[in-house]
């Protein structure tokens, strides 16, 4: 089955540096969607990024980028000069298959919490 | 602008009371989910539904059921609320199926949340 695992519960950070969030994923599947979603304490979810499994490159949107390794199942999020406003949690998930009763929903971890201090 | 709108941002519900969370997407999405999220459990899938009238169970679908009449929304009710029912709610919906010939990586679009409290 397929699985999201992000080891991290609580990260932080100082200000204008630079920080990894990490996620690994189990799957036998060899199509399949990473994401990174941004919850900010008022609850709302937002995504970031994505990365598909044959893209040759690693996703990038804006401050962040998506260190994908296929080998090692990994999809860690970086987020370059970090911001106060990026304090947040933070999730990772997969997209299951269409077909064996994945009907492509999202599979998520179970979330990193970052502070950014001053 | 695309957009999930949930019914309630707050809630509060005694135990055994029957509770409706709405849910309605403005994009014409034919999947529409709700998860819960609990700390250090992530987010969970309750139910979702791919078209009208049809509902597929998640992870967790125990002590919740849903319904789906028209396309744009999508409601969670729980029958008699327990006290471990408690948690924040999250409605979602996304675009049909990834491969289906539409530009869709399956990115899911969430609603603000519902945050319920059983006491």
């Known amino acids: 089955a397929q699985k999201i695992t992000q080891t991290q519960p609580g990260m932080f950070v100082q200000e204008k540096e630079a920080v990894t969030l990490d996620c690994t994923y189990d799957?036998?599947?060899?199509?399949?969607?990473l994401f990174w979603y941004k919850q900010p304490s008022s609850g709302e979810m937002i995504f970031l990024i994505y990365q598909g499994s044959y893209d040759q490159q690693n996703a990038t949107e804006g401050r962040y980028s998506l260190n994908f390794q296929k080998a090692r199942k990994s999809a860690n999020l970086v987020i370059s000069a970090s911001q106060l406003g990026d304090s947040a949690m933070y999730f990772c998930a997969m997209r299951e298959p269409m077909f064996s009763g994945g009907y492509n929903k999202l599979i998520f971890g179970a979330g990193t919490r970052l502070a950014v201090h001053p | 602008d695309v957009k999930v709108t949930q019914s309630s941002r707050y809630l509060v519900k005694r135990t055994g009371e029957k509770v409706f969370l709405e849910c309605v997407q403005d994009?014409?999405?034919?999947?529409m989910f709700w998860y819960r999220q609990d700390p250090g459990l992530g987010l969970r899938l309750i139910y979702f539904s791919y078209d009208v009238k049809m509902k597929e169970k998640g992870d967790i679908p125990e002590g919740y059921s849903v319904s789906r009449e028209k396309k744009e929304r999508f409601s969670l009710i729980l029958e008699s609320a327990s006290t471990n029912q408690t948690s924040m709610y999250l409605c979602?919906?996304?675009?049909?199926?990834?491969?289906?010939?539409?530009?869709?990586?399956?990115?899911?679009?969430f609603g603000e949340g519902s945050r319920l409290t059983v006491l």
């Open positions: 799957t036998s599947d060899p199509s399949y969607g």
């Open positions: 994009m014409d999405h034919e999947n």
């Open positions: 979602a919906s996304s675009l049909g199926f990834v491969g289906d010939g539409r530009p869709n990586t399956g990115e899911l679009f």
